[in-house]
């Protein structure tokens, strides 16, 4: 649909500077998207066809719905009038209406503010990174989700991918016996990585790992381990005293700490923790029962031809298998992939336990195969076709 030009020229003179306004976070907006993918798109068709806020993070989004408040009765008569989308583009995030952690919280605002400007909800789409969206009653307005991070991360690392010197290409063979079993990053004390670690400390399991705990800028948040601990753990007091002291204690790989926290580092396994390692225990963003949430810790083992174990929401390995990648059953038992976070936990740690007693020479050039098969596939971005049309269908209808 696109707009006579009398219409179109009141919206170029009053949508732009709501739409680049600072509650409006440019790195998660729809025209940024569209950089990002590559999709064509010019003015004209951009604001004939929606208005989109970008939310960055939750601890942003309540300046970003206050600032509705502001929007001009003239763009919102032109929304309305002509049924435009409008669009909260929130895809660098896994949260949606249905997660019950925010369900009564932020998006009850939401509704709230929209409520108030009179949009009617056929128009307003939410933009996440829950790509287990489809598969859930979102109730009161659409959403639509996309796997941005795995093009995303592809983008950051394409001058090393170009680079055919470089040791991401190396068709190394899986080995069992290395120095130490896996490779356990961590920064962000989420309650559940705080969790995770403390358990694999207190089981001495952290000793056949080269493993990190940055905590940087974050603080660890007494309460929310608190919350945690009782939704899913034990009831125990003493028990969440321990998680927290000992999530107090940072870990750091690098002699300089600031130079582990920048982006750079984070994008790159170094090739000798690879060497010394024989795969990866990959702590993810969220475990949240109901979400899917693959961010660049995921594909960043992809790359660089290291097995994973996934500590991440249920259905995740089964999302990656739906993409063609591998999994890797010969060396883990993977019905973590399904059950309570507390069984999560349990069977994560069996996994390390029983690894070194695993009975599977015979599988090694399988799992190999499977590497080499998950990198190659990694090149070709299995998900972008599908962001793409997901983006294109927004914009062009």
């Not at 010394?276 to 109901?290: G, H, Y």
Request: charged share 20%.
């Amino acid at each position: 649909m696109l707009l006579d030009s009398d219409i179109f020229a009141s919206l170029l003179n009053i949508i732009p500077s709501y739409n680049s306004g600072v509650s409006n976070s440019k790195e998660n907006s729809l025209d940024n998207l569209c950089k990002e993918f590559n999709i064509p798109i010019t003015n004209d068709i951009y604001y004939a066809t929606a208005v989109s806020i970008g939310i960055e993070s939750i601890q942003n989004f309540r300046s970003t719905i206050l600032s509705l408040d502001t929007i001009d009765k003239n763009v919102l008569d032109v929304i309305i009038k002509n049924k435009l989308n409008f669009i909260i583009s929130f895809y660098y995030e896994h949260d949606n209406p249905t997660t019950s952690q925010w369900a009564n919280n932020w998006f009850t605002e939401i509704f709230s503010k929209i409520g108030n400007l009179g949009i009617p909800l056929e128009q307003i789409i939410l933009l996440t990174g829950d790509v287990n969206v489809s598969n859930k009653n979102t109730g009161k307005f659409n959403c639509l989700s996309i796997n941005a991070f795995e093009y995303i991360y592809y983008k950051n690392m394409l001058h090393l991918i170009i680079d055919k010197n470089n040791d991401i290409h190396l068709d190394t063979e899986f080995k069992l016996d290395k120095k130490y079993d896996f490779l356990f990053l961590n920064s962000r004390p989420s309650p559940e990585r705080c969790v995770l670690r403390y358990e694999l400390f207190a089981s001495n399991l952290l000793k056949n790992s080269i493993n990190s705990w940055v905590i940087g800028n974050r603080k660890v948040d007494y309460l929310n381990i608190y919350n945690f601990v009782y939704q899913h753990m034990y009831k125990n007091k003493n028990y969440i005293e321990n998680v927290y002291n000992n999530s107090l204690k940072e870990v750091t790989l690098d002699s300089s700490r600031e130079n582990l926290i920048k982006q750079a580092k984070q994008n790159i396994i170094p090739k000798e923790w690879r060497a010394s390692t024989s795969f990866s225990l990959i702590t993810e963003t969220t475990v949240q029962k109901d979400n899917i949430f693959l961010t660049e810790k995921t594909y960043k083992a992809i790359l660089h031809k290291h097995p994973f174990i996934l500590f991440s929401s249920n259905g995740s390995l089964k999302y990656l298998k739906s993409l063609g990648y591998e999994t890797f059953n010969e060396l883990f038992d993977e019905s973590y992939d399904n059950c309570s976070i507390y069984h999560k936990i349990q069977i994560i740690k069996e996994n390390l336990k029983r690894f070194k007693k695993i009975k599977c020479r015979n599988k090694i050039n399988i799992i190999t195969e499977k590497l080499n098969h998950n990198y190659n596939l990694f090149l070709k971005q299995p998900s972008l076709n599908e962001t793409k049309n997901t983006v294109i269908k927004l914009i062009y209808g």
